[in-house]
């Protein structure tokens, strides 16, 4: 019984086997022809004149902005010293409240500092989003032109044939049609 069980399911099993081989496409029939394109972000970047100008321009900002809050640290640094001075001439209710209007304005220069470099930061990313969107316009011109189905970043490769790596045509396109970037 067990026996006779076991040679029904079996060809019940095999049967089942042979007729999804049947239904499943053959792979050889298929033919996979691809273009592929492959671009160096990080040279993309280096080169681009758009993205270089925003780089100084936003480090010639945050120099500015860190030598203001410089001086402006040193101002409270001299308060402190000549209240520090002053600590044995004032009465003790007259110190402690300068000393919580001197912390106050320490909190207050803080605060600043980190809501100016938050801003300069939501600046540059939205000036890097601009050039990054003429990037991918270009790629998508240079894929279409070259009749390309794929364009992948070179860093996420292993080895790759000078013949699809895209990125002169790309910086050189890229420059043409963005030579600077607005801030607005």
């Given at each position: 019984m067990q026996k006779t069980f076991f040679l029904i399911i079996f060809s019940f099993f095999f049967t089942l086997v042979e007729s999804q081989e049947n239904t499943q496409p053959k792979l050889d029939n298929i033919n996979f022809k691809a273009g592929i394109g492959v671009v160096?972000?990080?040279?993309?970047?280096?080169?681009s004149t758009a993205y270089q100008t925003l780089v100084d321009e936003f480090?010639?900002?945050?120099?500015?902005?860190?030598?203001?809050?410089?001086?402006?640290?040193?101002?409270i640094r001299d308060d402190e010293s000549k209240l520090l001075k002053q600590?044995?001439?004032?009465?003790?209710?007259?110190?402690?409240?300068k000393i919580k209007d001197l912390n106050k304005k320490i909190n207050e220069l803080k605060s600043k500092q980190a809501g100016d470099a938050q801003k300069f930061e939501r600046e540059f990313e939205i000036s890097t989003n601009k050039i990054q969107g003429a990037l991918v316009d270009v790629l998508s011109?240079?894929?279409t032109k070259n009749k390309l189905d794929l364009v992948l970043a070179?860093?996420?490769l292993l080895l790759v044939g000078k013949d699809i790596d895209l990125t002169d045509q790309a910086i050189k396109d890229l420059n043409k049609i963005l030579p600077k970037i607005s801030k607005n």
């Open positions: 160096d972000m990080k040279k993309i970047l280096a080169q480090e010639e900002k945050r120099r500015n902005h860190r030598n203001r809050f410089t001086k402006l640290e040193d101002v600590k044995n001439i004032l009465s003790k209710e007259v110190y402690a409240q011109s240079i894929a070179k860093s996420q």
